[in-house]
């Protein structure tokens, strides 16, 4: 990834037939990290998300509502752009699939297939899922219900199919030239597998209901759901102009991140229709695994849905961030407890982060007089730190570009802890009489691996990391990842620093 200077990455679009829960929240939010980070390295970032509102599991969402398919979907809609606000995620845009913008790419891309010769008329008979808004063979049935436990119905009507048979080998060369076009491994030997085990014309519209986009001369057919919400990563970039500079820089995408349950629409299916119409795959699929809710899957019936708004408001958004993108390796299935959630806020962040700053602030503060101290010549332990410190960035570069956000936490934590281990062995607080000169060399090289650490984590817990930067005094064309290591920028004695305040409190049992 890192030979390019565009990164563009996308957020599933959410159907609108519901309120946001945990797993919308967390892709969006993997998505930001990702975005973010790449912001601070430098890159052009463009980060997607939006809603999907076509099909029938909407219109049906609708008719219960008692509303129209329209009023419905704006209604809802709103819900979804309200938790990209409450989570503090940064998209540069959001696509609503009943936008012009996007009925317009949809008929343009369906065209193209029509006229690469792999659509064709004829009839479906099968079994179909709304809750999914998947067909699925008769073989793929289990105990009369769908692989995921969705219900299914009989269907029988006049389809349009695409030639999907048609593209098995070229779609097992794309896996092939990139190792990383699925991830992770476990994701992607699913995904070549059923690639391998053959694949048959996949329907590709529908006439039973009428909430969609209509096939481009046959207006009886409403366009599969799944095939429009797909090419959304396509209207947000402006298709079907495909010369313009926002097209040129973006696509392919770098990276489509979702869950675990869409991986085949996104890595066969999408791929597919890129190809046939005449566009290059995507760089990236990222599927994540799914979240349960204190060791239960987390289901409607059992009322254990996890709500973000109420979990952000309990527990603060800083801690909602690390705890998500922290507590579980992305990729593997993890569990929400209240217990690890109050203990990765009060160990990790307010007894091993905050409590870092605050007593390095604090001390500057009382023994420097409120300004950064000249540190004069370093001692070989002052080195060891910093050393530490300026090895971050390559690190944690390294990881998120595998979409590691975990790892690159790890990492990030370790020099927490070793700084911590340092402000100890030191005692800075006892050097204050005896010895000032040393002082302020321990003191320097606290709050440079602060600001190391401080700028890292700014894509995780924007909010508490910018703080800790205000305190700093660290300029914002300052905040970013060319400012760090041993070539990068460093706190210039004599700076002025604002009083500090603690920027992670300590949550009590209470909260849970
Ligand atoms: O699939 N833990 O929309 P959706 C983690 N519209 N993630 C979860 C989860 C859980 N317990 N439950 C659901 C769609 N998710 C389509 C996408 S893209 C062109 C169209 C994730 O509203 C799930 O894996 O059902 C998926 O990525 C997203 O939330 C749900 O999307």
């Known amino acids: 990834m890192a030979a390019r200077d565009a990164f563009y990455v996308t957020s599933p679009i959410y159907y609108v037939n519901d309120s946001p829960h945990i797993g919308h929240a967390y892709t969006t939010l993997a998505c930001d990290v990702m975005a973010r980070f790449m912001r601070l ?40 752009r309200r938790m990209v606000e409450v989570m503090g995620t940064s998209p540069d845009d959001f696509i609503r699939t009943t936008e012009a913008r996007h009925k317009r790419a949809v008929s343009a891309l369906w065209q193209k297939l029509v006229d ?23 073989s793929e049935l289990v105990d009369g219900k769908a692989p995921t436990g969705a219900p299914v119905e009989w269907v029988e009507e006049p389809s349009y199919f695409f ?7 070229r779609l097992l060369a794309y896996y092939e030239r990139d190792p990383q076009t699925v991830m992770p491994a476990s994701r992607r030997n699913e995904v070549v597998s059923f690639v391998k085990g053959g694949l048959t014309d996949l329907s590709v519209s529908r006439t039973s209901f009428r909430w969609g986009i209509p096939v481009p001369g046959d207006e009886r057919h409403v366009i599969y759901v799944w095939l429009d919400a797909l090419t959304n990563y396509l209207s947000a970039l402006g298709y079907p102009d495909t010369e313009s500079e926002l097209f040129t820089t973006f696509w392919p995408a770098d990276l489509h991140m979702v869950g675990k349950d869409i991986v085949r629409f996104h890595s066969v299916y999408w791929p597919a229709f ?10 990236r699929v990222f599927a994540h695994g799914w979240w349960t809710n204190e060791g239960q899957k987390i289901s409607k019936s059992l009322g254990n849905v996890i709500d973000p708004f109420e979990l952000v408001a309990r527990y603060g958004l800083d801690q909602v961030r690390y705890f998500l993108m922290r507590e579980v390796p992305f990729g593997q299935d ?13 160990h990790d962040l307010a007894n091993d982060y905050g409590n870092l700053v605050q007593r390095v602030l604090s001390l500057v503060q009382r023994s420097c007089e409120g300004r950064v101290p000249d540190p004069g010549t370093l001692a070989a332990e002052d080195d060891e730190l910093l050393a530490a410190a300026h090895g971050l960035v390559p690190s944690v570069r390294g990881a998120m570009d595998e979409v590691a956000p975990h790892k690159a936490l790890e990492a990030i934590f370790d020099v927490v802890g070793r700084a911590n281990r340092y402000v100890d062995a030191q005692a800075p607080w006892a050097l204050a009489k005896r010895d000032p000169v040393r002082l302020r060399a321990v003191l320097w090289t606290a709050c440079e691996t602060i600001r190391h650490v401080a700028t890292l ?19 914002e064309p300052a905040r970013r990842f060319a400012s760090l290591g041993p070539d990068g920028a460093h706190l210039v004695p004599g700076t002025p620093l604002p009083r500090p305040e603690g920027v992670f409190p300590r949550l009590q049992e209470a909260a849970a």
């Not at 219109?59 to 329209?70: D, L, S, V």
């Not at 993890?334 to 009060?346: C, Q």
């Open 457 to 475: 984590t700014l894509p995780f817990m924007p909010t508490a990391s910018a703080k800790i930067l205000d305190q700093l005094a660290v300029s």
């Open 116 to 138: 690469a010769g792999d659509i064709y008329l004829g009839t479906y008979a099968g079994w179909y899922s709304v809750r999914d808004e998947a067909f699925y063979a008769e």
């Open 163 to 169: 030639r999907l048979s048609a593209w098995q080998e």
């Open 274 to 283: 890129l190809m046939s119409a005449g566009l290059a795959p995507p760089r």
């Open 41 to 80: 390295d430098g890159r052009r970032v463009r980060f997607l998300t939006g809603t999907d509102e076509h099909g029938q599991k909407v219109e049906k969402a609708a008719r219960e509502a008692g509303k129209e398919p329209q009023a419905f979907t704006d209604e809802v809609s709103q819900r979804f």
């Open 334 to 346: 993890g569990d929400f407890s209240r217990a690890a959630m109050l203990k990765r806020a009060n």
